[in-house]
């Protein structure tokens, strides 16, 4: 997933919210019903079980979370409006709207924005009013003008130059409003594309990634520690000392020949990398997802489709006009596969029992990072460039909650399947994405620094995607009730109408962050590295990687 939280991604930076200190638990998800219409516009062992225990382990803190003094006012539910907005049902629905922004901690511009889009439409209805009133009189005073040229046996008379006069005017009159509204409408769908997505009404309200929900934990954080023979004096290394003991770790090389923000890794890490890649795609495959090889190079037109334009333009990594373009289009280096596995079938209308359409891909993401300068310096926490295994699922309405509770847990087996602790966290209003109406954060816990970190997000976009990258379905007809008479059911059944998809993406998993987790929770006191029983057949049997001795 492309996250929009400061466009960090999965390979963000929030600060790591303790146990002690997370709000209640989850609630059930509401369903969703499907789009109306397309808008011409935007518009297994002990060790391996939830533990609190562990929660002692990754923070000293015993402070419970309040809510905030300058919270906004409640949050209206969306059951009135399920799908994402297009103008009209923004101007019908704006306190509801305008609620979820706030509730997102929008700048008072988004809030403006909002408002200018109602206010906006209202001028569309009364122009497109008045262009039609102008159309009727001009073909009233067309039909006229015939009625009096047969009157008048071809004879133009200064009442038909009268009429004609009239005629024109308000053809005139018809052409300049609709113009009015070319206009309207432009600045509506830019407008439109500012305003990020609904939310969910399960989602809580929070200020920022301390008030996140914990959902669920996985796991105990001495576990390993204990299988390992970690002692209590030992203090486990950052990942890049453990790559560096292992002879895998060449910063220095790639930053002098790439800049900051890049890492070359070799011999037995590069191999473990190359290990939890294709364990994860294995996984995937073995999910029902089809595994995809897709560009890395995409258009502006498909970065809008999955909302990283025009908003976050400064995060990504631009390809000057004079190397390529993408059909006449600006062309960048893919920040998530989302982008491109997601635009696959942007533009088509689906049937609805060939879905859920599910995904995978191994794919180098590149990220400029914009905005966090200064933050996760070291090591492979925050790079410009990643390999990440993207999990991404096109469903109907109907289907939307339940796949993005199976997609997320397909990403969890992931972690499940190395043995590493983590907790799931389902994120507040003013931490969540740009583009999700709700998601899930899984965490894995770090033990060098003693904390968990965002190892994957699983978002559910509802239709918000769809909408703007004209992405539908058609639902399956349905059969008529065989009571009916014989006559009737004979009668062919009319199609229904097609409606926006609902899209799903998340990380399963960031191959970069799992590496860490790898390096950090399976090192020994004598610098070693164990090799996960599950990654061992892709690392040719491999059970252990050596510290390299120094001369």
Known sequence: MFSSRGVASAFSTRGVATISNLPRTSSSLSSRSPSSSWSSSLFSSAADTTSSSSSSSSSSSSSTSSTPSNAPPPRLSRAALPNSVDARSLSDNLPIVLSH???????????????????????????????????????????????????????????????????????????????????????????LASLPNLLDDVVPDGDDDSQNELVSQWGDVDALPRRLGWTP??????????????????????????????????????????????????????????????????????????????????????ITPESHTCNGQ????IPTAEVPLTNM??????????????????????????????????????????????????????????????????????????????????????????????????????????????????????DFQARRMGLRY???????????????????????????CHTINGSGLAVGRTLVAVLENYQTPEGDVVVPEVLRPYMGGLEILKKVKKD
């Open 101 to 191: 922004l706030r509730s997102r901690r929008a700048a008072p511009e988004t809030l403006a924005s909002a408002e200018q889009i109602a206010a906006l439409n209202a001028d569309r209805v009364v122009l497109i009013k008045q262009r039609d009133e102008a159309l009727q009189i001009r073909n009233e005073c067309s039909a006229a003008v015939g009625k009096l040229m047969r009157e008048s046996r071809g004879q133009e008379t200064d009442e038909i130059q009268s009429v004609k006069a009239k005629a024109s005017a308000a053809g005139d009159e018809a052409s300049e409003t609709e113009r009015r509204l070319d206009d309207i409408e432009s600045e509506m769908n830019l407008l």
């Open 233 to 318: 004096a030992f203090q486990p290394l950052w990942h890049d000392d453990v790559a560096a003991n292992l002879g895998g770790w060449s910063a220095e090389s790639a930053v002098a020949m790439s800049g900051a923000r890049f890492v070359s890794l070799t011999g037995p890490v590069a191999r473990l990398e190359r290990a939890i890649s294709s364990y994860f795609l294995d996984r995937a495959s073995s999910k029902g997802y089809v595994e995809v090889s897709p560009p890395l190079v995409v258009s502006r037109a498909a970065l809008e489709g999955t909302s990283q334009l025009p908003k976050f333009e400064n995060d990504l990594f631009k």
């Open 330 to 333: 600006d062309a960048f280096l």
């Open 345 to 462: 079938h942007a533009g088509q209308i689906l049937e609805e029992s060939d879905l859920p359409i599910s995904y995978c891909a191994l794919t180098p993401c590149f990220r400029a990072e914009a905005g966090s300068y200064g933050r996760d310096t070291r090591g492979l926490i925050r790079t410009h460039q990643f390999y990440k295994v993207e999990l991404v699922k096109i469903t109907s309405a109907d289907a939307s909650d339940e796949e993005h509770h199976s997609l997320t847990r397909h990403a969890e087996e992931c972690l499940e399947g190395l043995h590493i602790p983590y907790r799931k966290m389902r994120l507040c209003s003013g931490d969540i994405g740009f583009s999700a109406q709700h998601c899930y954060d899984l965490e894995a816990w770090l033990p060098s620094t003693g904390e968990y970190r965002e190892i994957s997000s699983c978002s559910n976009t509802g």
């Open 474 to 500: 058609r639902p399956n007809v349905v059969e008529e009730n065989k009571n009916k008479n014989v006559k009737k059911q004979n009668k062919k059944a009319k199609k229904p109408k097609p409606v926006f």
